[in-house]
């Protein structure tokens, strides 16, 4: 009689303790959720690469030089075409991209020096050492109108690397750049600036 009454206690205490074992489970594992940590954020994407992009170039230093130009990606860097006017006539005139996009200054100065990113000398774009933003001098016309039609090897429209010249500027000056002054090549004051932003 005596191990009846054990053997029924043992079947009627197996089903509780498994419930207690299973309640006793469930409890650690909601712990454990409510104490893990939020996921992660993803990185930021990177910026992307640019097909067009383009630079309204408005007076500075008291001129009444203005123009604009697109900007085209190409695979071993970037081609700019458009016109400038308000030039002197038949006169030549440099022509840079500048570190910084920002044409606020009176004189262009807020532009900063030319987009440099290797840290090298100025010098002739295609010839030795220059910097990324060398360009060679514009030319304009009797009607004070510069055509441009260039490459610049080596810069990128976007990406975010440190050729990116996207939020950067154009700076055209008084004077045509010799190629060979430290650091801009004695092209005298900045008379027109426009900062490259991409066409979306």
């Not at 090298?120 to 009607?143: F, I, P, Q, T, Y």
């Amino acid at each position: 009689m005596r191990a009846l009454v054990l053997a029924s206690n043992a079947k009627s205490t197996a089903p509780y303790s498994k419930r207690v074992w299973i309640g006793a489970a469930l409890a650690v594992s909601l712990a454990g959720c409510a104490s893990a940590p939020p996921p992660k954020p993803p990185p930021p994407a990177k910026t992307l690469p640019f097909q067009f992009a383009r630079a309204n170039l408005a007076p500075v230093s008291g001129t009444l030089v203005s123009g604009s130009l697109r900007l085209i990606a190409q695979a071993d860097g970037v081609y700019l075409t458009g016109e400038i006017g308000g030039l002197g006539r038949g006169r030549t005139h440099a022509i840079h991209i500048h570190e910084r996009g920002d044409c606020s200054a009176a004189d262009g100065s807020s532009a900063g020096g030319h987009f440099n990113p290797a840290g090298v000398a100025h010098g002739r774009a295609g010839s030795g050492a220059h910097h990324a933003g060398d360009m060679d001098n514009l030319v304009a016309n009797e009607a004070g109108v510069a055509r441009v039609d260039m490459h610049v090897r080596g810069v990128t429209l976007g990406g975010g690397g440190p050729t990116d010249i996207i939020r950067r500027a154009i700076v055209v000056h008084a004077g045509p750049d010799d190629y060979s002054s430290q650091p801009a090549g004695n092209s005298g004051a900045r008379i027109a600036c426009g900062a490259i932003d991409p066409e979306f």
